[in-house]
T-cell receptor, first 115, second 115 residues
Framework: DQQVKQNSPSLSVQEGRISILNCDYT??????FLWYKKYPAEGPTFLIS?????DKNEDGRFTVFLNKSAKHLSLHIVPSQPGDSAVYFC??????????????FGKGTKLSVKP | ETGVTQSPTHLIKTRGQQVTLRCSSQ?????VSWYQQALGQGPQFIFQ???????GRGNFPPRFSGLQFPNYSSELNVNALELDDSALYLC??????????????FGPGTRLLVL
């Protein structure tokens, strides 16, 4: 049973517009969430994270929103650039009190930003 | 600052053989985690090492084993290889002082093909 779900396998966006990537989770013990970006033939690159005590975290063009009651988080990229084209993974962790900080990943969403 | 490095980049083995994959953690990190990423899936947690001790394990059989050395580098060993072990193996390091340890930084991975 998947604890972290990314229901959209792919997303296509025009350059300069907003990209919104979504992620749902089922485990209410998750208290830390991360987004990673992955290019082909490379390892995942850490983008941004959010703790469950917050509902928003912003870093430049990237903003992550967390809705705990809906068990939903989203990553907003504004403005989108062609270099953002990659597979984006959502990950979650139960933190210190749970599974020693191992990350549970979704299956990823492939973002294509068209010039 | 040196990032996470992994060797080899690619490997071909046959069923029943044994394999050792290597990882050097990022400077200042004391924790190493290993993940398996099958095609079209997100990374799956294998195990984590902290100060040379196993510090958590995912749902993988005992033929997956590991080591962490005093310099925080690590090895993943897989015995009795099966066809389903074909995947990208990712190493991630974490644990820099002041940074939450769930924030893991990944290497480029080792692609293993079992024939």
């Amino acid at each position: 049973d998947q604890q972290v779900k990314q229901n959209s396998p792919s997303l296509s966006v025009q350059e300069g517009r907003i990209s919104i990537l979504n992620c749902d989770y089922t485990n209410s013990m998750f208290d830390y969430f991360l987004w990673y970006k992955k290019y082909p033939a490379e390892g995942p690159t850490f983008l941004i994270s959010i703790s469950s005590i917050k509902d928003k975290n912003e870093d430049g063009r990237f903003t992550v929103f967390l809705n705990k009651s809906a068990k939903h988080l989203s990553l907003h990229i504004v403005p989108s650039q062609p270099g953002d084209s990659a597979v984006y993974f959502c990950a979650a962790s139960e933190g210190y009190g749970g599974s020693q900080g191992n990350l549970i990943f979704g299956k990823g969403t492939k973002l294509s930003v068209k010039p | 600052e040196t990032g996470v490095t992994q060797s080899p980049t690619h490997l071909i083995k046959t069923r029943g053989q044994q394999v050792t994959l290597r990882c050097s953690s990022q400077s200042g990190h004391n924790t190493v985690s290993w993940y398996q990423q099958a095609l079209g899936q997100g990374p799956q947690f294998i195990f984590q090492y902290y100060r040379e001790e196993e510090n958590g394990r995912g749902n993988f059989p005992p033929r997956f084993s590991g080591l962490q050395f005093p310099n925080y580098s690590s090895e993943l060993n897989v015995n009795a290889l099966e066809l389903d072990d074909s995947a990208l193996y990712l190493c991630a390091s974490s644990g820099r002082l002041g940074v939450r340890k769930e924030t893991q930084y990944f290497g480029p991975g080792t692609r293993l093909l079992v024939l």
